[in-house]
């Protein structure tokens, strides 16, 4: 293909227009030269010769008549061995070694590349001379860190090949040829161990897509008992500022029992990035005994960093993860935040002068998210493995009203919705999802109709609350009372959880499950009481104990000792079970 | 060598057009009319269109009048001469001191690697327990008071920048009444914290373009200072007036509005400048407090809904009083764990039960009868107002903290707090240990 070129004939703000000599084609990258520095950038629209291009850097001191540099090919990343553990930006340009050359500022028109390209890698192959391949074929593999990381025939390489040759067991850096093989043609092809891949284009290389069933587990109470989500599943996370989506995201990529974890830092705070770029190199995941940073990479796009290289962001973290889908693993890709993604849609759109929908956003916004959650799946490789990329998007919705197009337009596709409430973030109640107005289409780690009996406890608790408001707490009768003050109890010490105390930020699956027998069985007896202030104090002293109990290490002496005096607490006030509480047992 | 235009093809506003060669995306220009010169700089190229916005307006520019361009972007000049001098939105002096030309540098410029910023560490102390127990303040920290007009934001502002360790403050103002520019100089002279200050103000009666060049301004020149060593404190008052200029800008620009009339950027163009807040390795700081009035007292206002998203945290000042609801400090849990092992439980644990507080308030004045918890929670509350929340309270974190020990135990037995049995074992009035 001949490379186009072309001259800048208009510049406002991050959008340059260009007269073309030659072929572009949409999304194709172009480099704006300006004196001794070249701005990357992408075609979004043409018009006859004239594209239209967004900046990915600032566009001062552009002007007209600026030679621009097309490349014949799509935004891509670079894939292959040496992605776990880094830090890149929305381009995939790698961070820490852009501070290194560049210091405490970012400097635009520096491209540095992502895959380290000295490290050699010890490479076994799978195959040999003869053998048949295609796509996303296994050739061998490298350790990398605690994974074996596949070496794959490019994605894009979709017919059937016959190997000629593969090197024998060794070491290779990423760009040596690894293999060469033969088309139908008898065209030969030079594989490394990296390729690249189109960011906007999905990685549809696997036999076929599964069901979402087995759950990801996050360990936070609300969503795994609740709300869950499965491996392979999407679900957004939409609140106003402050309820707690960022706090939530981070304990969620340290515990979540997932392979590795993407986190794209898309348009928000700097700063939010930082702790968890400190922290992890230093907290040990106690699945591999290995840093967490082992499992993690890191897209950093944040609200000061420019505005198209945050749209391109999501697309280069939902490659990656799909990347290592591809190698049998459960990724786990968290966006935060998916408003500034579309906000950034609706900043190029408004340059271009499409006619804007609501809110100013473009009309083709529904169809553009519903096709990235899309992405996300469980799926069968061909080599009969399974593996998923999850994915959990927040949304920040302006004047944190779900009713805007970001939210509803999430709300269609996701499989689970996880609200934050400004009501109790208010009241400290973490994590914020509220428990009555989420949802989730995918199954629990307990019993459903153990699920429903608690859920309609805090059903009915929150009624009475409601009518209490109205009559008072004199004009509510004593059952109704207690019906409040289980559903109180079940939310302080159960839907609630510190995510910043050591023991209770993360529960394990089998702690919650023993946990929530013991709750059900609170939940389910019948209690007399002869006044309303004589119940009161006793959930207020239960719950008391449990929230200790909650704290205490499981299975410690404490935490044997907390539950005998719980299970002592029940017995003394307990009046048999309710009769609904039937439905529990023979289940 | 640089060409002179002498025709201007459009007027809108405060924007002008001309027909022009070899003109750069963000160049200044000097408009000269009859009354007098003006800075503006390029917002659009369009083959030779090029649209520049007028600094001190468009009003009294003739289609005659002479335009010359620069050849650089926006500067302002930066060396220790700038301490105790006070500027206009463009940089030029507001005192009676001589202009600055030396060491020109560029304003708004790239951002900080993520990669090479810090975890905030260092709590700043402001004597207010609303601040120090409930939302700490730390280094480095970007945040807004949200407020109605009326309320006294500017002199919360002016009282903490005093209290506050650092080692200089630069005062962007915007929109700003002249009182209120009179009153911060009086404040800082008065508490001898003149010769470290430097003002960037624009009042309500400056020209409206000057208004969005103050948080530029102000961060360009702390940003060079905190690469000195020195940690700066900027205080950007009143951040909507800011949002508000943008607006009219963008307006006469013709763009497609998003949100109330607001550009569809606000959000990109407010980070942009909040993000300049920062700690910087082996060198200095600067730390953001601004002020955000919102509209109608609606905190779902595309200013202070956009701010607290970018912030980090925010103060809400109603009634002369530093909320607890609504209020935040999103950095607190980097310094409260370091400064008593009851802050972090105490902070929540005050703030539940105030919140039951509110639900009995709420009740009482429905005509409900009190029941025995809710009366204790009337009293827990009126306790907390009066000794908590009340602006002239000012005492240190650990009598802070001290102090709210007591109100719980005026108010409640143990059990009743919702607090862990090990802190109430070593900090109940009574139950505390000798030290
Ligand atoms: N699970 C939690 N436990 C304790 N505090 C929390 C929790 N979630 C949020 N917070 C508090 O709320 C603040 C804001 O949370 P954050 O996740 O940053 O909000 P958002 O991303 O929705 O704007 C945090 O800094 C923290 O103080
Ligand atoms: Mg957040």
């Known amino acids: 293909m001949t490379k186009s070129i072309g001259k800048v004939v208009g510049v406002n703000g991050n959008m340059v227009s260009v007269e073309v000599d030659g072929n572009v084609s949409l999304n194709e990258v172009g480099y704006i030269v300006l004196n001794d520095q070249r701005l990357k950038s992408e075609v979004i629209r043409i018009q006859g010769s004239k594209a239209e291009m967004q900046v990915f850097e600032i566009t001062t001191g552009i002007g007209i008549g600026d030679p621009v540099e097309f490349t014949g090919e799509l935004l891509a990343v670079e894939l292959g061995p040496g992605l776990l553990t880094q830090i890149f930006d929305g381009l995939q340009n790698p961070l820490p070694q852009l501070a290194e050359q560049c210091g405490f500022f970012l400097q635009r028109g520096v491209y540095l590349n992502a895959l380290p390209r000295n490290i050699k890698w010890d490479f076994t192959p799978l195959v040999k001379a003869g053998d048949t391949v295609t796509a996303a074929d296994s050739l061998g593999y490298v350790p990398e860190g605690i994974f074996e990381h596949q070496i794959m025939v490019p994605f894009n390489m979709s017919e059937n090949y016959t190997v000629e040759s593969i090197v024998s067991a060794g070491s290779y850096t990423v760009e040596e040829e690894i293999a060469v093989v033969v088309d139908a043609e008898g065209v030969k092809h030079s594989i490394k161990m990296m390729f690249n891949w189109p960011v906007k284009k999905a990685i549809t290389a ?56 993407i986190i794209a830092a898309c348009g928000e705070r ?3 990035v930082v702790e968890t770029l400190k922290e992890f190199p230093e907290l040990i995941d106690p699945k591999t005994g290995k840093s967490l940073m082992e499992r993690t990479i890191i897209i950093c796009n944040t609200s000061s960093m420019p505005v198209a290289a945050r749209e391109a962001s999501v697309y280069t973290a939902v490659t990656l993860a799909e990347y290592y889908r591809q190698m049998g693993l459960n990724c786990l890709l968290l966006a935060d935040s998916t408003s500034r993604w579309a906000q950034a849609m609706r900043e190029m759109s408004g340059r271009l002068e499409e006619i804007p929908g609501e809110e100013a956003f473009p009309a083709y916004l529904e169809s553009v998210i519903a096709s990235f ?12 493995k399974e593996g998923s990329v999850t994915i959990g998007g927040t949304v920040s919705p302006a004047g944190g009203n779900f009713e805007e197009p970001v939210t509803q337009a999430t709300l269609k596709v996701v499989g689970a919705f996880h609200g934050l409430s400004r009501e109790r973030s208010d009241a400290r109640k973490y994590p914020a999802i509220h428990p009555l107005e989420s949802w989730s289409k995918y199954p629990s780690i307990i019993n459903g109709n153990q699920i429903e009996y608690a859920r309609d406890v805090l059903f009915r608790g929150n009624e009475v609350g409601q009518m209490m408001k109205v009559v008072g707490e004199e004009g509510t009768s004593i059952d109704d009372y207690v019906i409040y003050l289980k559903a109180d109890f079940m939310d302080y010490v159960y839907l609630q959880q510190n995510s910043f105390d050591p023991v209770d930020a993360a529960v394990s699956v089998e702690r919650q499950q023993y946990v929530f ?53 029940i017995e003394e006030k307990r009046n048999g079970y309710l009769a609904n509480a039937d439905k529990l047992r023979n289940s | 060598m640089r060409k002179i235009y002498s025709k201007i ?55 005659g009048d002479e335009v010359r361009f620069l050849g650089h972007p926006m500067q302002v000049s930066f060396s220790d001469n700038l301490m105790g001098r006070i500027f206009t939105g463009s940089g030029k002096p507001r005192d009676n001191g001589p202009s600055l030309e030396e060491n020109m540098i560029e304003i708004g410029g790239p951002s900080v690697n993520p990669a090479k910023r810090i975890i905030p560490r260092n709590m700043i102390r402001t004597g207010i327990p609303m601040i120090d127990v409930f939302n700490s303040l730390v280094e480095s920290q970007k945040l807004p008071i949200f407020s109605v007009s009326g309320e006294p934001y500017n002199e919360l502002l002016a009282r903490i920048a005093m209290q506050a360790e ?79 200029a943008m607006k009219e800008i963008a307006i006469t620009m013709e763009q497609v509005p998003s949100n109330r009339g607001y550009p569809g950027d606000l959000y990109s163009q407010l980070a942009s400048r909040y993000e300049k807040a920062v700690d910087f390795e082996g060198a200095g700081s600067i730390t953001i407090l601004a002020v955000t009035t919102m509209p109608g007292d609606d905190v779902t206002h595309p200013v202070p809904d956009n701010t607290g998203y970018i912030t980090e945290g925010q103060y809400y000042l109603r009634n002369g009083r530093i909320e607890p609801f609504g209020s935040l400090s999103r950095l607190k849990q980097m310094v409260n764990k370091d400064t008593r092992d009851d802050h972090r439980a105490l902070m929540d644990g005050m703030i539940k039960l105030y919140a039951s507080y509110k639900e009995s308030l709420e009740k009482k004045s429905m005509g409900f009868k009190m029941s025995e918890w809710d009366i204790k929670l009337l009293k827990y509350g ?34 009743e707090t919702g607090l862990r049995t090990e802190l109430i074992n070593k900090f109940w009035p009574g139950n505390k240990e000798e030290n």
């Not at chain 2, 700089?41 to 269109?49: D, E, P, Q």
């Not at chain 2, 709210?404 to 108010?411: D, P, T, V």
Request: hydrophobic share 40%; charged share 25%.
């Open chain 2, 166 to 244: 650092v080692d200089m403050i630069i005062l962007g103002g915007m929109g700003l009444k002249y009182d209120d520019y009179l009153f911060f100089k009086e404040t800082l002279e008065n508490g001898g914290a003149m010769s470290r200050t430097i003002f960037f103000v624009h009042t309500a009666a400056d020209p409206i373009v000057e208004c969005l060049l103050v948080p530029d301004m102000s961060l360009a020149v702390a940003e060079k200072f905190a690469l000195k060593g020195k940690k700066v404190l900027v205080l950007l008052t009143d951040m909507t007036n800011f949002s508000d």
């Open chain 1, 373 to 384: 959650y899309e992405r996300a799946g469980l799926v069968r490789l061909k080599n009969g």
């Open chain 2, 9 to 63: 093809d459009a007027i809108a506003g405060n924007v002008i057009t001309v027909s022009a060669e070899n003109v750069k995306y963000g160049d200044l220009a000097v408009v000269s009319s009859s009354s007098g010169e003006s800075l503006a700089n390029v917002i659009r190229l369009n083959g030779k269109n090029v649209s520049l916005q007028v600094f001190s307006g468009g009003r009294g520019v003739s289609t």
């Open chain 1, 206 to 261: 696997y036999a076929e897509r599964l069901k979402p069933a087995r759950p990801m587990i996050t360990k936070v109470r609300i969503i795994d008992t609740f709300l869950p989500v499965s491996l392979g599943g999407t679900y957004c996370i939409p609140g106003p500022f402050g309820a707690g989506k960022t706090v939530l995201q981070q304990v969620t990529s340290r515990h979540a029992e997932v392979d590795i974890v």
């Open chain 1, 517 to 569: 027998s013991i709750l059900l069985d609170i939940l389910s007896s019948k209690f007399s009481f002869e006044i309303k202030n004589e119940a009161r104090q006793y959930f207020n002293q239960l719950r008391q104990k449990f929230l200790d109990y909650n704290g205490s290490e499981w299975q410690s002496d404490q935490f044997k000792k907390l539950e005998e005096e719980i299970k002592q607490m």
């Open chain 1, 270 to 272: 700097a700063g939010e």
């Open chain 2, 382 to 415: 009126e306790l907390f107002e009066a000794e908590m929340m009340d602006l002239s309270v000012n005492i240190p974190l650990e009598k802070a903290l001290d102090r709210g020990w007591s109100i719980l135990a005026e108010s409640f037995t143990p059990d």
